[in-house]
């Protein structure tokens, strides 16, 4: 198993301004994932972030918006930028061997 | 890409009571997985069972890869059973490596 470390662990922020989110994980590893929960709905993969190389984005996600940060093999920022109130969710991050594990996620209210 | 449908989506159960939640996805997958996600919003790992049944207390599992299928059983409900229960597959990518598609998930009250 695999320990995730995410903070904050939420965070109320006004619209136009960014936040960025950090995940610490107990071991290494070579992928870190993470994804968007909007309120009521389920879990959609934003990017995937490999230590080394420039992060893979899902489809309707852009690294402008979303910009993603791996130095190590240990660590992951994700940035919302320039927020609006539909960015308005939680933002979990993910380590995958076999099973994957998650940090207890970000909820993140703009106003 | 794979669509993953999980029933019901809504659940009300009194408490000491048995339930079935059922997950289908449209195509092969490597692995599937069931997640308990509690009212703060933290996702608990419950089963990693791509196939075959597995127990953990009053929770099993049941995963038939052949049919596309998983079942999750609670018996003897309560009430801090209650909050979403997910299912994710894992599918390989041309890159290499896997990511999760979760289901919409089915929500579950316990009441006293």
Known sequence: ??????????????????????????SQVTMMFWYRQQPGQSLTLIATANQGSEATYESGFVIDKFPISRPNLTFSTLTVSNMSPEDSSIYLCS?????AFFGQGTRLTVV | GIQVEQSPPDLILQEGANSTLRCNFS?????????????????????????????NGRLSATTVATERYSLLYISSSQTTDSGVYFCAVDRLRNSGYSTLTFGKGTMLLVSP
């Open chain 2, 27 to 55: 195509d092969s997958v490597n692995n599937l997985q069931w997640f308990h996600q509690n009212p703060w919003g933290q996702l608990i790992n419950l089963f990693y069972i791509p196939s075959g049944t597995k127990q």
């Open chain 1, 95 to 99: 380590v995958s061997n076999t099973e």
């Open chain 1, 1 to 26: 198993s695999a320990v995730i470390s995410q903070k904050p662990s939420r965070d109320i922020c006004q619209r136009g301004t960014s936040l960025t989110i950090q995940c610490q994980v107990d």
